[in-house]
């Protein structure tokens, strides 16, 4: 008598399907990070009929419309202006520090920034205008 041998059954898990899934994943989250673009500050430079190429600064400070302080890409309060650039006198050595003022920014707003910064050890502070056109 014939014994039949049950037929082996070979299990295998197919993983073309996952790494499809995979790249797909990869390619979609890549595309979406570069299309992404950062929030900007949105300023509108006064204009001035004298101004002067300078280099740039170690550190640039940002005053939006809406009187909101931008130290490089992150928001910080009044009070905290003065502590941070110390911190950063302390790092860099900084010694000097750009302001881009909105033209609609208060005047008075605008001097309680240099105030700090000033509180804060730096003694030149240069403010960014843009040219007058040229009348013809």
């Known amino acids: 008598m014939e014994?039949?041998?049950p037929k082996k059954i070979e299990l295998a898990v197919?993983?073309?399907?996952?790494?499809?899934?995979?790249?797909?994943l990869l390619i979609f989250f890549l595309?979406?990070?570069?299309?992404?673009e950062p929030e900007a500050v949105e300023i509108e430079l006064p204009r001035s009929a004298y101004t002067e190429k300078l280099k740039p600064a170690e550190v640039?400070?940002?005053?939006?419309?809406?009187?909101?302080?931008y130290l490089g890409d992150s928001l910080v309060e009044l009070n905290q202006l003065a502590r941070i650039l110390k911190e950063r006198q302390k790092t860099l050595g900084l010694k000097r520090v750009e302001i881009r003022a909105d033209a609609?920014?208060?005047?008075?707003?605008?001097f309680q920034v240099m105030d700090e910064v000033k509180n804060a050890g730096i003694e030149a502070v240069d403010l960014q205008t843009l040219?007058?056109?040229?009348?013809?």
């Open 104 to 110: 609609q920014v208060r005047l008075g707003f605008l």
């Open 131 to 136: 040219p007058k056109p040229k009348e013809k």
């Open 14 to 24: 197919n993983l073309t399907p996952l790494i499809d899934c995979v790249f797909l």
């Open 3 to 5: 014994l039949r041998r």
């Open 31 to 36: 595309l979406t990070s570069f299309l992404m």
């Open 60 to 69: 640039v400070i940002l005053l939006s419309r809406e009187e909101k302080i």
